[in-house]
Nanobody
Framework: VQLQASGGGSVQPGGSLRLSCGVS????????VGWFRQDRGDELEGVAC???????AVYSDSVKGRFTISRDTTNTVYLQMNSLKPEDTAVYYC?????????WGQGTQVTVSS
């Protein structure tokens, strides 16, 4: 299983970014996809998770109402991030759940700063 995340960058507070994660095979092969983030010295934080079979999405309280997880019909997962805040600065990772095992992509840096 291979995952390739992209779309990170630097943005001012209040701005938007859209992260993408290309997944090997079909998303229908997996039970769930998610985005996590980690800032230096902090613990890994779950940001958003999407269940593939029913399309249900859940979000952390810190991003609820600002971030949206979605997918296309093939093999790409997105994280639309709006109204970004400095505290959203982190390396963002995507992952997929296949059975009981999670697979991770490399991170993409998001920096929110004026």
């Amino acid at each position: 299983v291979q995952l390739q995340a992209s779309g990170g960058g630097s943005v001012q507070p209040g701005g938007s970014l859209r992260l993408s994660c290309g997944v090997s095979g079909s998303l229908l092969d997996y039970s769930a996809v998610g985005w996590f983030r980690q800032d230096r010295g902090d613990e890994l934080e779950g940001v958003a998770c999407l269940t593939i079979n029913n399309g249900k999405a859940v979000y952390s309280d810190s991003v609820k109402g600002r971030f949206t997880i979605s997918r296309d019909t093939t093999n790409t997962v997105y994280l639309q991030m709006n109204s970004l805040k400095p505290e959203d600065t982190a390396v963002y990772y995507c992952n997929v759940l296949l059975g009981s095992r999670a697979y991770w992509g490399q991170g993409t840096q998001v920096t929110v700063s004026s």
